[in-house]
């Protein structure tokens, strides 16, 4: 019975099934186990030999031979559990028993003695080094033949046959006078034979070239030598000259360079035999030789007949002369020892060619023509031997040399070299952007694999290189330093803004596929293509957490490298929350900083460096988990209960500073940074529970306030940390006031924070009468710009905890209102009302020109090495005094003025007009009336995006503010014009983020009529007086544009609400614009901002619902309904009608041509919405507005368009609509001939006269009613032929006639005539054939009238009936002109006429 053997797969009850089998069928096996005995007398087994007392197993077929298998790992001996070891048995005895003949092998091993041996102590020497066996080129030739011998082997040959040579030399010459020396035979002296031109190290007693290597027999070194010999006689047998031509003749044969070659070599070989025969000669002196001789590549008795030939290679000068005693100096190779010689002289650059740039070790760019010593360390390199410095090539070689010492350079002068570049040091010195070359050559992978090093000063350096490459200098100040300002802790992520080009590409889709899409292929993207785009993802692709946190668990480096990585961390955390969540979630990382630098109990720390960080509390530490936190709630959730972050807290803000243990500098900063990661944690609502713990630390510390303010001077990581307290006590104080919020469905991060607030409002009641004083000291210092400037944050932080403070008292039900009413009224009397008196406050208002980034664009222009793969606020230096973020700006604390009285007026409308008092301020009346002059705004970078920001925020105060005064008294006409036009360029420039301010704008100041003063001062009436002036005709009334105007006011409600439907930000991110300005902590998801791409609104926005009922008409077929597509429509054009009335500067970020555009929109929407009565009206205005002598020049339709990806395209498609539903409409006719003007591209005129011509016989628009001149039209001259060509076909054909398109024809006759006559002698010939055809065809056209209006015509003029004036007889240049015509041609012509 044949049983299948198992198979991979089959599992344990198949085994158990097989057993059985096997069993039941009763066969034998195929193995036998027969177990031996080990005791004496036991029975042997039978069929193994009786010696062997091993257990064997005997298997059939089996070869005697076992198989060459790869030997298994060494097992570990394991002790038989059911056999006990004796432990008093002897382990010899029982090894001879157990097995014999290994002792028997032991016992024959018997120790030398050693006892009466001399021992001998190696001699001393005075050479630093012993002497080293060489071995010569000859021995290695004779030798060759003999096979492969060991060094051992051939030195004992050669010593035997050199003493054979020694005594058959003896032999042969019994007397040889000592005095003379000893030639050896084999370097024979050049001066022996002057005839001869042989080598002074080769003589002709040896063959130099064959060796008869290949020869097998016996007698082969008899024949090497007859042939040699003959050779010999041969070269002695010719003269001189024929000797040199052969050699001429041998040389032009062979390759230069195998010449070069070969000389070098031998000249290499002559210089060891040269040096060792002087050596053993007796007549000289074996010592170091003491003057230094020059080396020259080739052998200096050399006959001057062979420098004839070719010329000589240059002198190589050595500062010293090797010799053969050196180590590996037997063989000297010229072109290695280069590097020793002296440095050739330093080339001066006459030209302007580009030079590669060169740094010192101190990361300075050297100049070309710069000489420094070479003790400093900077020629150690190929290239440019004569230059100093290394260029970015040599250092990346650098990197990766074996030398730790050398890739930790090399780590260092790369970031000094980074770091200054950042700093902007080299400016214009360098041709390109450094950061941007050194990460296209793999820089940033070259510090990852830098880290991964096992030297630590190699992975200090690259920690060091990475901080520098990643965090740039000053944005982290800039950030700690605004943390107290309005809204200053929610920042933008520092990510690219810039989607990359497979993200363009799928614009189309929704955000959820384009989200569902993206994360796949991020993940399998590789890390190069990740860093192109964005270098944060870059290196997070690379395991780059891991590594850091190994960094600071086991290898515990020094205090430097701990507060770079943390550093670095903290960089990556700003990036984004997915960045933020990857370090939160990364193993061990989060509980090592935690445990290590935020220790609760510590030794004592004195002032001075700190030998280790490890066990100290660290303040980098703390500001990593407080940017953590701000990235969103979740995370500092966690962070509080996972990490034990509430007993740190307690730990730092319990003592004061100067009680820490810590240098005083630390705990100031340590002791800020938790007071801010308790502000953030507050702002959402968590850690209120640490409110009731510390609330007399709290106090203690208010009450201290008034002191510290009083020292002098301020210290300003002092100012800091009050303003961090005062920061959290507003926090506290909001979460304190925050309503429960009602969860909506599908809202899950709502459900989260469904907990209430532990704070309550009586525990916060008791703050104001600590921190009203602060305030009320501080502003004393007003006068005092030095002292006021060095308060930094401060005052800016009591105001928005007054305002808060104010806010949530005004909501609490169960407090009587005239409480904090009354409260209010003592604030404004006794704080706000002569603080607004005080002429120091107006010096603050003229500040804001100078310190604005929209007054300024230059200050907000980019950082030098600004990548959009790496982004950084870019305030390397410092900011300028006179900034957003200057010591001396005035905005944080305008802002929170602001902010306090827009609290106070909305609760208590009595002060409204006390307070509206600030409005009348010159000085902010001076910058508004800047902010909305004609003025390029800045580019839009992150600095900009962020200090933009804190400006929109003061503007939306004062329009806030404003708009709530004019409900109460009516303020002048031109401050209120003033604030509705820069509400409506506000609205245009708000960045994401700032959703709930646009859409309060929207609801209060945009449409409100109030900031309208036009419709009650005459505007109307004078838009009708101006158009009668500029158009020559007044029109029907009801189409004036006063009278639309005036119907535009009236409706301005549901202009609004138009508006309202259409341009409203997302839901989302409105809720959550709203939670954080409203003070609703709750609700507060995340301080990060979301990536600033660009304003929130479209510049075109009010033409918004326009494009938005285009695309939808363009969607559904069957259209929308008409009402609603009339409505939408009206009251668009009328909102477009008032910004171009009275807000021009609103469209001005709208050009010319695209307001075209977009009134083209309206006829495409459908076939009939154009007809509509007030549509008529209202285009009819607009475009007269388009056509006036101011505006028409600037209407460009051949530059790029906003929102348009070609004109173009919407004209063709433009022509085929009008061609299709127009029936001769005269407006939509005069919208289809306004791209037709000369100085637009021809394009558009091709596309009419070849594709459309049937458009011609509806164009019917008369003369009279054209928007334009009509020389717009006719000059200068069409130069376009096939233009031209198209003309005359349509003119000969009939497609165009004066009754049908009198505005094309008399373009077309224009151009014609024109062509027809010029006589242009720079003309191509194919021109000059192509006209002298045209006027031949006029010449001959049965067409009477047609052929006078093309050879009569003179010039345009729309007053009369044919639109153009005719000669009543040829010019004589003219006739003449025509009489060039071939006779036969003017005959024909002749008898026609």
């Known amino acids: 019975m044949m049983l299948s053997r198992p198979k991979p797969g089959e599992s344990e009850v198949d085994l158990l099934h097989f057993q059985s089998q096997f069993l039941e069928a009763g066969a034998a096996p195929a193995v036998q186990l027969v177990k031996g005995s080990r005791r004496p007398g ?28 790869v030997p298994a790992p060494a097992k570990r001996a394991k002790p038989n559990p059911g056999h006990h070891l004796p432990h008093d048995e002897d382990p010899e005895e029982r090894l001879s028993r157990h097995d014999q003949h290994i002792t028997t092998v032991l016992s024959k091993i018997i120790e030398r003695d050693t006892s009466s041996v001399t021992v001998t102590l190696p001699v001393p020497s005075g050479v630093a080094f012993p002497p080293v066996f060489h071995r010569s080129q000859d021995r290695q030739a004779k030798l060759a033949a003999s096979g492969k011998r060991s060094i051992f082997a051939q030195e004992i040959a050669a010593r035997r046959v050199s003493e054979s040579r020694v005594s058959s030399a003896k032999q042969a010459v019994p ?21 001869q031109l042989a080598r002074p190290s080769h003589g002709f007693h040896r063959p130099n070239l064959i060796t008869g290597k290949g020869l097998r027999s016996q007698a082969a070194e008899q024949e090497v030598q007859t042939i040699h010999e003959e050779n010999v006689a041969r070269l002695q047998a010719m003269d001189p000259d024929e000797i040199r031509k052969e050699q001429q003749q041998l040389l032009a044969q062979l390759d230069p360079s195998l010449v070069a070659f070969l000389r070098s070599h031998s000249h290499g070989r002559e210089q060891t035999g ?25 052998s200096t008795s050399e006959p001057k007949m062979e420098e004839k030939l070719e010329p000589r290679a240059p002198v190589l000068t050595l500062p010293m002369t090797p010799h053969k005693e050196w180590l590996h100096m037997d063989t000297v190779e010229l072109e290695k020892l280069h590097w020793t ?25 050297l100049a070309p023509d710069v000489d420094l010593p070479t003790h400093l360390g900077l020629h150690h390199h190929g290239e440019e031997a004569e230059r100093a410095g290394y260029s970015l090539q040599e250092l990346f070689h650098l990197t990766r040399s074996q030398v730790s010492q050398q890739r930790a350079l090399a780590l260092h002068v790369l970031s000094q070299i980074i770091n200054r570049a950042q700093v902007g040091e080299f400016g214009d010195r360098l041709e390109g952007s450094i950061l941007r070359l050194l990460l296209d050559a793999g820089f940033l992978f070259l510090l990852r694999f830098a880290l991964d090093d096992r030297v630590d000063s190699v992975i200090a350096a690259a920690v060091r290189a990475l901080r520098t490459l990643l965090v740039a200098p000053g944005d982290e100040e800039l950030l700690d330093s605004s943390f107290s300002w309005y809204h200053g802790a929610s920042v933008f992520p520092l990510m690219p803004s810039q989607e990359d080009k497979e993200d363009e590409d799928e614009d189309e889709e929704s955000p959820t596929e384009k989200a569902k899409k993206k994360t796949p292929e991020e993940g399998s993207r590789p890390p190069p293509d990740l860093a192109r785009h964005d270098v944060i993802k870059g290196l997070l692709a690379t395991n780059l957490l891991p590594r850091l946190r190994y960094v600071l668990e086991v290898t515990c480096p020094g205090p430097s490298v701990v507060l770079d990585t943390l550093a670095v961390l903290i960089r990556l955390a700003r990036h984004s929350l997915e960045s933020a969540t990857r370090v939160l979630e990364c193993p061990r990382l989060i509980e090592t900083i935690v445990q290590e630098f935020l220790p609760t109990s510590w030794s004592p720390i004195g002032v001075g460096p700190t030998p280790s960080l490890y066990k100290v509390p660290c303040a980098a530490a703390m500001k990593l988990l407080r940017v953590l936190a701000s990235a969103g709630r979740n995370i500092a959730a966690r962070l509080l209960s996972n990490f034990d972050i509430r007993s740190r807290l307690c730990r730092f803000i319990a003592e004061a500073p100067q009680e820490l243990a810590l240098p005083p500098e630390e705990a100031e900063t340590l002791s800020t940074e938790a007071f801010r990661l308790w502000a953030v944690a507050a702002s959402y609502g968590q850690g209120g529970d640490l409110y009731r713990e510390l609330y007399p630390v709290l106090i203690r510390a208010l009450q201290t306030l008034p002191t510290e303010l009083s020292a002098r001077p301020p210290q300003p990581l002092s100012m800091q940390r009050m303003a961090s307290l005062l920061t959290l006590l507003t926090q506290l104080t909001l979460a304190a006031s925050s309503i429960h919020p009602e969860p909506t469905s599908g809202s899950a991060e709502y459900c989260v924070s469904a907990t209430p607030s532990a704070v309550t409002w009586t525990q916060v009641s008791g703050l104001k009468p600590l921190v009203e004083p602060c305030l009320k000291q501080t502003l004393k210092f007003l006068p005092r710009p030095d002292v ?68 300024n664009p230059l200050s907000c222009a980019s950082a030098p090495e600004a990548l959009p793969s790496l982004v950084s606020l870019g305030c390397a230096g410092g900011c300028p005094r006179l900034s957003v973020a200057g010591t001396a700006s005035p905005f944080p604390f305008l802002t929170a003025l602001l902010s306090l009285v827009n609290i106070l007026v909305r609760t208590h409308k009595g002060l409204c007009g006390q307070l509206a008092a600030v409005l009348t301020a010159p000085g902010l009346q001076n910058y508004f009336l800047q902010c909305v002059a004609p003025v390029p705004a800045p580019q839009l970078t992150p600095f900009s995006a962020w200090a933009l920001r804190h400006e929109y925020h003061l ?108 341009c409203s930000p997302a839901r989302a991110g409105l809720r959550t614009s709203q939670a954080l300005y409203r003070g609703e902590p709750l609700r507060v998801s995340s301080l990060l901002l979301p990536v600033p791409k660009g304003p929130l609104l479209p510049t075109d926005w009010p033409f918004q619902p326009l494009i938005d009922l285009y695309h939808q008409a363009s969607d559904i077929p069957s259209g929308l309904p008409a009402a609603e597509s009339v409505g939408i429509a009206t009251r668009v054009l009328q909102w477009v009608l008032v910004l171009e009335s009275w807000r021009p500067e609103a469209l001005r970020a709208v050009p010319p041509a695209a307001r075209l555009a977009r009134l083209m929109c309206v006829y495409l929407v459908d076939s009939e919405l154009f007809r509509e009565t007030p549509i008529q009206h209202l285009v009819a205005a607009l475009l007269a507005q388009l056509c006036r002598p101011q505006v028409l020049p600037s209407l460009n339709l051949d530059c790029p368009l906003p929102g348009l990806t070609s004109f173009p395209d919407l004209y063709a498609s433009f022509l085929d609509h009008f061609e299709a539903v127009s029936f001769g409409d005269h407006l939509f006719g005069a919208l289809v001939l306004l791209p037709l003007q000369r100085r637009f591209s021809v394009t558009l005129r091709l596309a009419l006269f070849g594709e459309h011509v049937g458009v011609l016989r509806a164009l019917g628009l008369p003369l009279t009613q054209l928007p334009v001149p009509l020389q717009c039209y006719t000059e200068p001259a069409e130069d376009s032929l096939a233009l031209l060509q198209l003309y005359f076909r349509a003119l000969v054909t009939g497609a165009l006639r004066p009754h049908w ?20 002698p720079k003309s191509s010939d194919e021109v000059k054939a192509a006209r002298r055809s045209m006027l031949q065809k006029t010449w001959l056209l049965a067409d009477e009238r047609l052929r006078l209006h093309l050879l009569r015509y003179k010039l345009p003029n729309s007053s009369l009936l044919e639109g153009f004036e005719l000669y009543s007889q040829l010019p004589h240049l003219r006739q003449q002109h025509l009489q060039t015509l071939p006779t036969e041609v003017l005959q024909k012509g002749g008898v026609k006429t």
Not at 50 to 69: E, F, S, T, Y
Not at 1309 to 1319: K, R, Y
């Open 955 to 1062: 503007q939306y105060m004062v329009l806030s503010l404003a708009q709530k005064a004019a409900t109460v008294q009516p303020e002048a006409a031109a401050r209120t014009a003033l604030h509705h036009a820069l509400a409506l360029i506000l609205l245009s420039r708000l960045l994401p983020g700032s959703e709930y301010l646009a859409q309060d704008l929207l609801l209060s100041c945009v449409f409100r009529l109030d900031f309208m003063p036009e419709n009650a001062s005459g505007g109307p009436e004078a838009a009708d007086f101006s158009d009668g002036l500029s158009l020559g005709n007044s029109g029907e009334p009801q189409c004036r544009r006063g009278a639309l105007l005036v119907q535009a006011c009236r409706e301005l409600p549901s202009i609004r609400s138009c508006y309202l439907a259409h």
């Open 274 to 298: 040269t040096k060792a025969s002087m050596e053993q000669s007796p007549g000289r002196r074996s010592g170091p030789v003491a003057k230094e001789e020059p080396i020259t590549s080739a």
């Open 42 to 69: 036991d029975a042997q087994p039978e069929g193994l030999p009786p010696l062997d007392r091993r257990d064997v197993v005997q298997m059939d077929n089996l070869p005697d031979l076992p198989p060459a298998l």
């Open 341 to 365: 010689q002296d440095l050739p002289p330093l080339r001066q650059q006459r030209t302007k060619e580009r030079m590669q740039a060169r740094f010192s070790l101190q990361g300075e760019l």
């Open 175 to 195: 007397n040889q006078d000592p005095s003379q020396g000893a030639v050896p035979c084999d370097t024979p002296s050049s001066r022996d034979n002057d005839s």
């Open 788 to 855: 006021w400037c060095a308060l930094g944050p401060v005052p800016s932080a009591c105001l928005l905890f007054l305002g808060a403070y104010y806010q949530a008292w005004s909501q609490q039900s169960s407090v009587c209102p005239e409480d904090w009413l009354q409260d209010m009224e003592c604030l404004s009397d006794e704080v706000l009302l002569p603080l607004l008196s005080q002429p120091s406050l107006g010096s603050l208002w003229d500040a804001l020109r100078l310190c604005s980034p929209l007054c």
């Open 1301 to 1320: 398109c009198p505005v094309l024809y008399t373009v077309a006759v224009a151009h014609v005539n024109s062509f027809i006559f010029s006589q242009d």
